[in-house]
């Protein structure tokens, strides 16, 4: 592990080194709290399951999850790059670039809600931009399966009225 990249809700996510693939990955430690949570855990462990299963160029790539011990991580793809929040804050995104990246993100959701995984927190900070340009969605760390009773979850600000009522499908 190498440094910090950010923290949030559900943990907190590093820049480590891969050393057997010699690769650069994400590893998002899970907050402690959550290890008492029965219903947590097996959710954690079908969501990463599912999460695993996707392949997709404008979503994050899952390589592994685990538990050592009392901590769960996840073992991601690196982006190197910013997320969107970072860069409207600095001011350096044109609008030809906002415009360009609404395509693939539609695209990569619509793929996810194929797999039956409805992302429940599309907001600035989840969209990572790479040095290319590229948009990745990263964060399903509150990700629902389609059809499953979830409870209300979300960035207020960016929830749709159904989200905050406690029922999300594709359309929300």
């Known amino acids: 592990i190498v440094e910090c990249l950010g923290r949030g809700g559900m943990g907190v996510v590093y820049k480590a080194r891969q050393k057997s693939l ?3 990955v994400a590893i998002k430690i899970l907050a402690p709290e959550r290890v008492l949570d029965e219903k947590f855990t097996e959710h954690f ?3 990463a399951k599912t999460l695993a299963r996707m392949s997709h160029p404008n979503i994050v790539t899952v390589y592994d999850h685990g538990r050592a011990d009392d901590i769960f991580f996840i073992v991601m793809e690196y982006v190197d790059g910013v997320n969107l929040r970072d ?3 600095d001011g350096k995104m044109e609008a030809d670039q906002a415009l360009a990246i609404i395509p693939p993100i539609c ?3 619509e ?4 797999k039956g995984v409805v992302h429940r927190d599309i907001k600035p900070e989840n969209l990572l931009l790479d040095r290319d340009g590229r948009v990745k969605i990263a964060d399903f760390g509150i990700a629902s399966l389609i059809g499953a009773n979830v409870e209300k979850s979300g960035t207020p600000p960016y929830m749709a009225p159904e989200q905050d009522r406690g029922r999300s499908d594709r359309r929300a």
Do not use: K, N, P, Q
């Open 107 to 109: 695209e990569a959701l």
């Open 45 to 47: 462990e079908r969501e």
């Open 22 to 24: 010699e690769r650069w």
């Open 87 to 89: 860069l409207l804050r």
């Open 111 to 114: 793929y996810a809600h194929g």
